[in-house]
């Protein structure tokens, strides 16, 4: 009951000034919002990585550089010659001018594609790359108004122009990316062909732990490349994006420290006009317990408020966000529900810190000289 008395007596005060009270948990909402956008996007990427990891890569192995720069052809031939290994793919890319606007091409071994990628052909056939055609997302070819056999002038800056026909088109795949040569026709138009990425998949019934140290063996030869399993290749990926979650969350924490500040000022503020209604609450029973707890909650209030409206808008915002994003493949809306609740729970626990110090300030006043203020 006397718990009921001091809540009920909390949210009064927090609610008898309201637009300081509003104007205070303002600016912890405007501090959560941007961390729960943060969270949200970070979240949303991530299981958008996963996905296209998931449906994009097929290989069972992938190799590449730390920072995926490029390296030597050579790794992929010594791979190929691996007791165990099906099928060995290395992949690269280069800048052309393709259709009168500059893109990137991607350049792989052919015959590895559908297997390596999970490349879903939809006209023609992967078979067209050992002709020396081009293979096109079906989304580019439907807006250029390409079909199979068509005539696509590219200009290439080793070799000059020339005109590559389309052998087929297959479903948007981020790793193939808009266009798809093969090696051999890459070889021909570039001065250098480094590549970025390896893939490998094993032979059925081959020794997994046998094919795995047979590979880093390999790979051990070359300095800076790293041998991955798909696991690996998504927990690269979220240490990259908690890297820069990490950095975003460094500058919202001065946001919060400032919105903290806010709270203490205006509890302290509350107490400060209030002295003459604390004298007389103090006067008719209350004690400084309860006096205590009622300055908390009514620290609890402000900061819920303003933690429950910042995790709402910071979620309707990540929804925009990620909305506008579909065509970057970001494609998966993720809502952390638990992560943010947390929020909110150290929200209202950051309540309770701020309101350390006003509510240690208002039980220590004098009964007597606090009832003669006026």
Do not use: C
Not at 37 to 66: F, K, W
Not at 252 to 277: C, M
Not at 288 to 298: F, G, I
């Amino acid at each position: 009951r006397v718990f009921g008395i001091a809540g009920k007596l909390g949210t009064e005060n927090a609610l008898r000034n309201p637009r300081r009270t509003s104007a205070t948990a303002s600016a912890l909402m405007i501090g959560l919002a941007f961390v729960t956008l943060a969270t949200v996007l970070a979240s949303s990427v991530t299981a958008s990585a996963y996905r296209l990891i998931d449906e994009g890569i097929g290989a069972d192995y992938v190799v590449a550089s730390q920072q995926y720069f490029p390296f030597s052809p050579q790794v992929a031939r010594d791979l190929a010659r691996v007791d165990g290994v099906d099928t060995v793919a290395a992949v690269s890319g280069g800048q052309v001018k393709i259709g009168g606007r500059t893109a990137m091409v991607t350049a792989i071994t052919p015959g590895t594609a559908e297997r390596v990628l999970n490349l879903a052909v939809r006209d023609g056939s992967e078979a067209a790359l050992r002709r020396g055609e081009l293979l096109v997302d079906a989304h580019v070819a439907a807006e250029q108004g390409w079909r199979v056999g068509a005539p696509v002038p590219v200009v290439f800056a080793a070799t000059g122009s020339t005109t590559l026909r389309v052998g087929g088109t297959y479903e948007p795949n981020q790793f193939a990316g808009p266009y798809l040569l093969s090696t051999a026709t890459y070889d021909a138009h570039f001065a250098q062909r480094l590549d970025t990425v390896v893939m490998v998949t094993r032979a059925s019934g081959a020794d997994r732990e046998g094919v795995h140290r047979a590979l880093l063996d390999v790979v051990h030869r070359y300095p800076g490349v790293q041998l991955k399993d798909q696991t690996q290749v998504k927990a690269d990926y979220k240490a990259m994006i908690d890297r820069l979650l990490l950095l975003v969350f460094g500058l919202l924490f001065l946001a919060i420290l400032i919105a903290v500040l806010g709270i203490v000022n205006t509890l302290a503020l509350s107490v400060f006009e209030r002295t003459h209604e604390i004298g007389l609450l103090r006067a008719v029973g209350m004690s400084r317990r309860q006096l205590r707890r009622m300055v908390r909650l009514e620290s609890v209030t402000i900061s819920a408020f303003g933690a429950l409206l910042g995790v709402g808008v910071g979620v309707a915002f990540g929804w925009a966000v990620v909305s506008t994003m579909r065509d970057e493949g970001i494609e998966v809306l993720r809502i952390p529900v638990a992560q943010l609740a947390l929020y909110v729970v150290l929200a209202a626990l950051v309540g309770v810190l701020a309101a350390l110090w006003p509510a240690r300030r208002a039980a220590r006043m004098d009964v007597l000289a606090a009832i003669a203020t006026e």
